[in-house]
């Protein structure tokens, strides 16, 4: 992700329902976890995940961030940033309890390499909680604009993480309920990335919708513009 387009993250990623929810998400996979456990946060982009591991969950948070803004915005926030390619590690093995990589794999060419690296650098019954953005046929000027070199299929992601040696726990799609207009908005209005601050009802509005899957499996089955994954590092 370009510059302008993490400068634009970073002034809405607070209230904008869609990062909200996908905070809420990520603390309900945390609290799974003890405190001070090691956590990892793959593009972390402006350290807004990691801040919430670490100061509201108080876990001990690592950032990984390639680009010059993020890593001065995670240092801004006194995080533990490292400045390099997910794709090659600069990190023991088995050191780390979870790994998160959250709409990071679909900016990289090279996303076996990372997954590989999250199967190496996990401990023994670690977790990891991945997303991306699902359905190719999906694909408009948002993805250019935002640095997306592919959307997944179900079956395409599955593979990936299988043949990194990790085993799928969970797998769902996500944001189904709004599913229908997003569809809308990706085709009807084609005009660059969707990173905006919608008014301040609707945006109210669209994470009460959103919210509502957090209950009830059976959202998960029904199609929607990410996938979520979670997958833990067994004994081979």
């Known amino acids: 992700m370009?510059?302008?387009?993490?400068?634009?993250?970073?002034?809405?990623?607070?209230?904008h329902w869609w990062f909200k929810e996908r905070r809420e998400l990520l603390r309900l996979w945390a609290l799974t976890f003890a405190t001070s456990s090691q956590f990892l946060d793959i593009g972390a982009g402006v350290g807004r995940q990691s801040l919430l591991l670490r100061d509201e969950l108080?876990?001990?948070?690592?950032?990984?961030?390639?680009?010059?803004?993020?890593?001065?915005?995670?240092?801004?926030?006194n995080l533990k940033v490292i400045q390099i390619s997910a794709t090659q590690l600069p990190l023991l093995s088995e050191s780390f309890d979870a790994i998160i990589a959250m709409d990071v794999l679909e900016h990289i060419q090279e996303d076996v390499d990372v997954?590989?690296?999250?199967e190496r650098v996990l401990k023994?019954?670690?977790?990891?909680?991945?997303?991306?953005?699902?359905?190719?046929?999906?694909?408009?000027?948002?993805?250019?604009?935002?640095?997306?070199?592919?959307?997944?299929?179900?079956s395409e992601?599955?593979?990936?993480?299988?043949?990194?040696?990790?085993?799928?726990?969970?797998?769902?799609y996500w944001n189904s309920l709004l599913f229908p207009f997003a569809l809308t908005s990706r085709f009807l209005f084609r005009n660059g990335a969707d990173l905006k601050m919608p008014p301040a009802l609707l945006n109210s509005l669209l994470f009460y919708v959103v919210s509502k899957e957090r209950v009830g499996s059976y959202f998960?089955?029904?199609?929607?513009?990410?996938?979520l994954i979670k997958a833990v590092k067994q004994p081979h």
């Open 115 to 118: 997954l590989n690296e999250i």
């Open 157 to 172: 992601i599955v593979d990936k993480i299988e043949q990194s040696g990790l085993t799928i726990t969970s797998l769902r």
């Open 220 to 227: 998960g089955w029904l199609p929607g513009t990410s996938l």
């Open 58 to 77: 108080g876990m001990q948070v690592t950032a990984i961030e390639l680009s010059d803004f993020g890593v001065a915005a995670c240092l801004e926030k």
């Open 124 to 154: 023994l019954n670690g977790s990891t909680f991945i997303t991306v953005p699902a359905f190719p046929f999906m694909w408009s000027d948002h993805d250019v604009a935002v640095g997306h070199v592919r959307r997944y299929t179900k």
């Open 2 to 15: 370009n510059k302008d387009e993490l400068s634009s993250l970073a002034s809405i990623e607070e209230k």
